[in-house]
């Protein structure tokens, strides 16, 4: 009988590893950093200077405090009963901060495991004398790390603010949390799902339940929140006299959870997911039998996979959205608030607000759907299609067209999963019309950021990344403009800006006519770009 | 004879590197050609200049008749492609792949490609992400093989192939050969190539060194010989193109140059043979020895006109 392995000759090389883990990611763990400490500071800054008196504070609180559409947005606020300047600042930031955190772990721990496999990259590292457990053990590592740079970072930018010092850390401490909470959700996702691209986005789908869960508890009594990790960022209440425990849960479920992926890990070879690849059919059907064709299958998981995410959040919308009008009747003051905006009812508000979340979630789509042909390309697949008498801009023509009509059927179903929310809830089936008109509204804009992504794939291959960038900056425009002030001009580079915001106010077709033509002539540069250039 | 390919002067550089330099290629009509040369030479990147993948920075490059840039659509009607890297669609199954790449090319011969499959033993059912590499290089096979087209490009096609496919690979290409098409076959097992191809071109460092039929390149190659013989060898040394004589106990070792192959074995036969092996050249030999450290590239001479 043969001894044993050590249990440390499974971790063996973690620490090579890591290094190389950092060494990849230095520019994207940087990025994410430094974007979300910023926008935590520039949110501070704007907080602090906007409500300095004991009046504004309360006038907020008022606003915000009862408002189910609001909750939903942002969280339970609390502290909000005695407002403090940390509380509106938490009540305003922490969601998307606690989302951008997760997401930054979820792409990290997928990149650095189940995409390495999938390359075939982690044959040759696992070849070398390091151990079953290293490869996952470094990428861990290496999000705690950015997970704590973040955290520090942010802790740091609001002590600066004058915030207070106990609140800050506890807000830090619950970013780590959720940040280690999500990465471990993708390190189990990795186990289970049959490719890296099902990784991810399982594990994006455990964040948006825990975002729904979080929500729900949050408008009822809050047990439901007690579910979602988001909810435990939120329940650490920071600035709101801090409860330290509840940092304790994502510890001990994130520890659980690694058990759970070590244990998987013995049950899976190395590159396939517990989940088995069935086997296909020996014949191609009819329809893939084009550049068209091959397209169109390509993208049909994604459109599905999203379509279900976006119908998922918008029918969740749609039920909320008939609360917002409910408290018109006993919170005049918020009534008053919405007057003065002079555009609509409450609940048009929201549900232009939440058009514009489910266009800028589904802008996410449509830039992923662009950017698979640089996946094509630098994957090595588009000389079998391009030595074969296809054209490149038939290629390139099928892939975006595909994306155009996967782009209007991801926020159609967002759009009719919202409307059908709505009309069950209000009792109104004429509501459900009118809401899907405002986020199908939405499809011009997204077609500019996914115009963006082609032009770089065209003209600056190596760049097309850069598309993110646009999508960030629309977030950050869509979601921030107002919390930290930005000026006009800068909110005129987001092309959801220029929207109708429907059916809060009018209906204009002229900025979606021009929204639509700049998107075309950004694939027509993208296009002309890829007729000239060489394919790597 | 007409010419499928025609290249002369090619130059290819990224950045800083000169990928090609100066490169020449001539394939004639329904020959196997040979394209050798050691990893890094050019091969992939002419081949993708051929393909209209990459445009050349200067030089000429002719087609089947055409401009492998502006006309290619038209021109890959008439080719198939085979790289030496087989990436595939991994949510596909093997056979959606090879019906795909086969539509596209026009049409899919069923007959012809069930009975490829079978040869080369390949499960169509399997996704494509389950494949290993010489799985993925039959899926390739397969799709080119299939489609009856003037032209094949092969790109290194039996690096994942063991050796009972390559000897079925071989019988393909022989039979495409009978069959009048022509076959660019780049390679660097000279083996392979000596076996399938009428003429060779071997390049180097991005530049022609080599080329004409293995015939005429025989002077270039060198045997291993070890023979055990009756009687002590003698004088071997003194022959022309003999070269690193070994003698150890019955034993005689040396090489010898192509062309003189026959009096070498001529002289050993007086001292009596008792067993002989020799081992054919390989092209690594070849490239280490005239190519090797202090290397005249393109040296003029050597190139033999087409």
């Known amino acids: 009988m043969t001894a044993a392995p050590r249990h440390g000759s499974t971790l063996t090389g973690t620490a090579q590893l890591l290094r190389l883990v950092l060494r990849r990611d230095r520019v994207r763990m940087v990025i994410w950093v430094v974007a979300v400490v910023s926008l935590v500071a520039l949110s501070a800054a704007s907080v602090v200077g906007l409500y300095d008196t004991a009046e504004s504070l309360a006038s907020y609180a008022n606003l915000v405090r009862d408002n189910a559409a609001m909750i939903v947005q942002s969280g339970p606020g609390h502290g909000l009963d005695d407002p403090t300047v940390g509380a509106v600042l938490i009540n305003e930031m922490s969601i998307w901060s606690v989302i951008a955190v997760a997401l930054m772990s979820i792409f990290m721990v997928t990149r650095h495991t189940r995409t390495e496999e999938e390359t075939g990259r982690s044959e040759l590292v696992r070849a070398a004398p390091v151990g079953r457990h290293a490869a996952a053990t470094a990428a861990m590592t290496g999000v705690l790390i950015a997970n704590v740079a973040m955290a520090v970072g942010v802790t740091i930018s609001l002590i600066v603010f004058d915030l207070p010092v106990a609140g800050s850390i506890a807000f830090g401490g619950a970013l780590i949390g959720a940040g280690m909470m999500f990465a471990s959700v993708a390190l189990v996702a990795g186990q289970v799902a049959s490719s890296a691209r099902a990784a991810n986005g399982s594990a994006a789908a455990v964040l948006g339940v825990a975002f729904a869960l979080r929500a729900a508890g949050d408008v009822g009594d809050g047990r439901l929140s007690w579910l979602s990790p988001i909810g435990w960022a939120q329940a650490v209440r920071a600035y709101a006299d801090e409860r330290w425990w509840v940092l304790l849960l994502p510890v001990v479920a994130s520890i659980g959870l690694i058990v759970t992926a070590d244990s998987l890990t013995s049950r899976r070879d190395l590159g396939a997911g517990l989940i088995a690849q069935r086997p296909g059919p020996a014949h191609a059907g009819p329809r893939l039998s084009s550049a068209v064709g091959l397209a169109a299958r390509l993208h049909r998981g994604s459109i599905i996979g999203w379509s279900t995410g976006l119908a998922a959040v918008g029918f969740f919308y749609g039920v909320v959205a008939v609360e917002a009008e409910s408290l018109l009747t006993d919170n005049p003051e918020m009534a008053d608030f919405f007057a003065q905006l002079g555009e609509g009812t409450l ?161 204009e077709v002229l900025p979606l006519v021009m929204l639509t033509a700049v998107a075309a002539a950004l694939a027509a540069i993208g296009l002309a770009g890829l007729q000239r250039r060489d394919l790597t | 004879m007409s010419q499928a390919i025609s290249i002369s002067n090619l130059v290819k550089t990224f950045g800083s590197t000169r990928a090609l330099d100066g490169l020449d290629l001539e394939v004639s009509t329904g020959e196997v050609h040979g394209f050798l040369g050691p990893n890094g030479a050019g091969k992939t990147v002419t081949i993708r200049i051929l393909l209209g993948l990459l445009r050349a920075d200067s030089g000429h490059a002719v087609l089947l008749d055409g401009d492998p840039w502006v006309d290619a659509v038209e021109l890959h009607r008439r080719l198939a492609y085979v790289p030496g890297d087989v990436n595939l669609w991994p949510n596909l ?214």
């Open chain 1, 347 to 507: 609940t048009d508000a929201f549900v232009a607000t939440a058009a514009l979340m489910l266009g800028l979630v589904a802008s996410g789509y449509t830039v992923s759907a662009v950017l698979r042909l640089r996946g094509e390309e630098t994957d090595g697949r588009v000389e079998s299609v391009l030595s074969a008498p296809v054209a490149r801009r038939t290629w390139m023509g099928g892939h975006l067209l595909v994306a155009l009509v996967g782009s209007v059927l991801v926020i159609g179903a967002g759009g009719l999963a919202m409307g059908l929310g709505f009309a069950l809830a209000s009792g109104d089936a004429g509501e459900l019309l009118r809401v899907l008109g405002a986020t199908v509204t939405m499809v011009p804009a997204m077609l500019v950021l996914g115009g963006l992504a082609a032009a770089l794939f065209g003209v600056l291959p190596r760049w097309a990344l850069v598309a993110w960038a646009g999508l960030a900056v629309a977030a950050v425009v869509g979601l921030l403009a107002e919390l930290i002030g930005l000026p006009n001009w800068m909110r005129d580079i987001s092309p959801f800006t220029h929207l109708p915001a429907l059916p809060a106010a009018p209906f």
């Open chain 2, 93 to 306: 199954s093997g056979g959606e792949v090879i019906d795909l790449l086969s539509r596209l090319r026009g049409g899919v011969d069923a007959a012809r490609r069930d009975e490829l499959i079978e040869r080369l033993v390949l499960d169509p059912r399997k996704k494509c992400r389950t494949y290993s590499k010489g799985n993925r290089q039959k899926v390739a096979l397969v799709a080119a093989l299939s489609s009856h087209v003037e032209l094949l490009v092969l790109d290194e096609p039996t690096s994942g192939l063991d050796p009972l496919m390559e000897s079925v690979f071989q019988e393909f290409i022989l039979e495409a050969k009978a069959e009048g098409r022509t076959v660019l076959l780049s390679s660097h097992i000279l083996a392979e190539v000596e076996k399938l191809c009428d003429r060779v071109t071997i390049i180097r460092q991005g530049r022609t060194v080599q080329r004409g039929t293995l015939a005429e390149l025989r002077h270039l190659t060198r045997t291993s010989i070890t023979a055990g013989t009756e009687r002590p060898v003698e004088g071997l040394d003194t022959l022309a193109g003999v070269h690193d004589v070994g003698v150890d106990d019955g034993h005689v070792s040396f090489d010898v140059d192509g062309a003189e192959l026959d009096g070498a074995v001529r002289h050993l036969t007086q001292f009596g043979i008792r067993s002989l092996v020799s081992q054919p050249p390989t092209l690594e030999e070849l490239f280490l020895r005239h190519y090797g450290d202090d290397v005249v590239v393109g040296d003029d001479d050597a190139v033999d006109a087409p």
